[in-house]
């Protein structure tokens, strides 16, 4: 059984918010930068319909693709993974920490 297995259409809500979540960060950059979507598509050297498809999160926004927008803005891009809250049932056999993890695998600083 494959690892997506378990629960298909969680992960694809999960995938399509972490779109949503990656598009809104790159529009809220380009308007910081005071850029807009032709200047990253003539920055990234695409056509300013690949640049729509990026930024219309419909599109499977590879590691790559973000590199590829990261550095074509001389931005950087920062994933973190984040325990989910318990619900009040499942708090009562423990707790959780929902503090996020960074890039080294360590628990952040609290």
Same mark, same amino acid.
């Given at each position: 059984?494959?690892?997506?297995?378990?629960?298909?259409?969680?992960?694809?809500?999960?995938?399509?918010?972490?779109?949503?979540?990656?598009?809104?960060?790159?529009?809220?950059?380009?308007? @910081?930068?005071?850029?807009?979507?032709?200047?990253?598509?003539?920055?990234?050297?695409?056509?300013?319909?690949?640049?729509?498809?990026?930024?219309? @999160?419909?599109?499977?926004?590879?590691?790559?693709?973000?590199?590829?927008?990261?550095?074509?803005?001389?931005?950087?891009?920062?994933?973190?993974?984040?325990?989910?809250?318990?619900?009040?049932?499942?708090?009562?056999?423990?707790?959780?920490?929902?503090?996020?993890?960074?890039?080294?695998?360590?628990?952040?600083?609290?």
């Amino acid at each position: 059984m494959g690892i997506f297995a378990r629960d298909e259409s969680r992960t694809n809500l999960a995938a399509a918010r972490i779109a949503r979540q990656a598009t809104a960060s790159l529009a809220g950059l380009l308007a @910081g930068l005071g850029k807009n979507r032709s200047d990253l598509a003539h920055a990234m050297g695409v056509s300013p319909g690949r640049v729509s498809q990026i930024m219309s @999160g419909d599109a499977n926004l590879t590691v790559r693709t973000l590199a590829a927008v990261a550095e074509a803005l001389d931005a950087d891009v920062q994933i973190t993974f984040c325990a989910r809250p318990r619900s009040a049932d499942a708090e009562s056999g423990g707790t959780t920490d929902a503090s996020p993890v960074r890039s080294s695998g360590l628990p952040a600083h609290r």
